[in-house]
Every structure is written in C-alpha cells, then in structure tokens.
C-alpha cells in the first residue's frame, strides 16, 4: 500500500461546506490530511463535520472580514502544508455600463482580496516550514471575456495574476502556487442572469460551446493533485479544468 499523500499534513480549504471546497476537503480527509474548513455557512460546515468527523476542523466565518483569517491562523498550531482558496462567488452577468457599486465590491472582496489576504498570512508559515502549496479557483471566466459579468471576469483574471505573481516570488522558497480554471460544475453557486445585454450577447455564445457539466469531484481531484507532492515541479501554471472549454 502507497503511503496517503496528506499523512500528517495539514491543508486550508476555503469554499468548504459546499460544491467544489467540500469535494476538495472529503478527498483531502480520505487521503489522511487534517482539514481546516472555512465557510460562511455555519450550516453547510456542520454538515462537512457530520461526514468527516475528526478529519477536518471547521472555521465559520466571512472570508472578507480579518477576524476569519486570523482565527484560521491561530488554528495552524502544527503548521500548514497546503492552501486551496476555493470560496468564491458569482455576479448577475452584468456587461461594464451595467455594473452597481455594490456587486463590484462585494465580487472583488470575496474572489481576489479574501484570497489575498488568507494567503498572505499563511506564507510565512509555509516558508519557516521549507515549503507548502496553495491553489486559487479561477474560472474559464478568468481566460476569456465570455464566460461571466466583468466583475466576475475581472476577479478571475486577476486571480490569475496573483497566482503567477506569488509563483515567482515564492517558488524559489519552496511553496508553489497554481490555479485551476473550471468551466461549469454542477454546485451551489448562484449565477443569476440579470442583464438583458448579457443574455442577448453571452447566450448563444454559451448554447454553442457550453461543456458538458463537471462533477465537483472533477476539479476536486486536480486541485489535490496540485497541492500534493505529485505536482512537485509545477508553480505557476493556470490549469483548465472545463472538458476542453478552452480549446473551442
Ligand atoms: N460552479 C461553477 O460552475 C464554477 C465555474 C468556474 C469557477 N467556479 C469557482 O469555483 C469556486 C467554488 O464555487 P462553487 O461552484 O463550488 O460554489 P458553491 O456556492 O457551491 O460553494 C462556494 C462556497 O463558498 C462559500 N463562500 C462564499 N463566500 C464566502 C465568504 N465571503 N467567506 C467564506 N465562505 C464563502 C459559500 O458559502 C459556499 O459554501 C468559486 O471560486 C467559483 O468562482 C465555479
């Protein structure tokens, strides 16, 4: 028998009560890590807790708000090998004329700025430790224009470059960094269409090229991957996840 790739590891999963955060946690547990599990959702992380018992810890709280991030930092008491920044949301497929300041601020908050700023704090620890591996969700949304609002489209392309941009500069320290860019996942992400324009433009662009729906089990076992020993060499690398999505 091989040796679990997460024995004795511990790895942060945002995201965690639900769709691909919470298939990412249940593979990671069934590889032996120990789990810490991040949501807003009190109620989906209990669920999580009712299925992985001991495995995972979990952590409710708003991604945007600093208290959560600390509170995740003082739970790495062992250290932490692993990072996967799952948590994100989606606008109303609102074209640039169309954006309000609300969705705007709420979308880059949750999708770039949490991610930021958990990240940030867990570097020092990955470093002092000699190494570590952190995975950001993009989106298909994060390659191309056509594939969400620009609020979504904006968050994800610079999801990208904060992934490259901390590849760079940590690599050399041991952690990698990398991303994966689903295209649709059958979860609970809402992604309401409130914009005529959008629907007009982005509609039949969609009903021509739209894959068919992964399984969040799907980006769950690259995102493990990613962050496991297998991928030992690859920092940097922004990885489509979409049943070949990108290549239309
Ligand atoms: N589902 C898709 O088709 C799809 C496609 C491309 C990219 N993605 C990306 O995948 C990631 C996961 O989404 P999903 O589809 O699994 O959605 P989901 O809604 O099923 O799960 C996301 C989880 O993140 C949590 N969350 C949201 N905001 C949070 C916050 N501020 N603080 C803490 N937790 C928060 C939610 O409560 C939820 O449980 C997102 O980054 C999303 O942009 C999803």
């Given at each position: 028998m091989a040796t679990p790739r997460f024995q004795n590891r511990t790895v942060v999963v945002t995201g965690a009560?639900?769709?691909?955060?919470?298939?990412?946690?249940i593979r990671l547990a069934s590889?032996?890590?120990?789990?810490?599990?991040v949501d807003v959702s009190r109620h989906r992380l209990r669920s999580l807790e009712e299925e992985l018992g001991s495995s995972v810890v979990t952590i409710d709280g708003d991604l945007t708000d600093q208290l959560t991030?600390?509170?995740?930092?003082?739970?790495?008491?062992?250290g932490v090998h692993g990072l996967a920044?799952?948590?994100g949301i989606m606008d109303g497929f609102e074209p640039t004329a169309e954006i309000d300041d609300e969705t705007w601020d709420r979308v880059l908050s949750v999708n770039l700025t949490a991610m930021m700023r958990l990240t940030r704090a867990?570097?020092?620890?990955?470093?002092?430790a000699g190494g570590g591996s952190i995975v950001n969700v993009s989106s298909e949304a994060g390659l191309r224009g056509s594939a969400a609002g620009t609020a979504y489209t904006t968050s994800k392309h610079a999801v990208n470059g904060f992934t490259l941009s901390t590849a760079f500069f940590y690599t050399p320290h041991g952690v990698r960094c990398n991303a994966v860019a689903p295209g649709p996942v059958a979860t609970n992400i809402e992604a309401p269409f409130r914009s005529e324009e959008a629907q007009?433009?982005?509609?039949?662009?969609?009903?021509?090229?739209?894959?068919?729906?992964?399984?969040p089990e799907a980006l769950?076992?690259?995102i493990v991957w990613l962050l496991s020993d297998e991928a030992s060499d690859v920092s940097g690398a922004i990885l489509p996840v979409d049943g070949g999505w990108a290549a239309v």
């Open positions: 009560g639900s769709g691909i955060g919470r298939a990412t946690a590889e032996s890590a120990r789990v810490i599990g991030i600390d509170r995740v930092i003082a739970h790495l008491r062992t920044n799952v948590a867990v570097l020092p620890q990955m470093i002092a007009r433009r982005l509609g039949p662009i969609m009903q021509a090229t739209l894959p068919a729906i992964a399984k769950a076992s690259a």
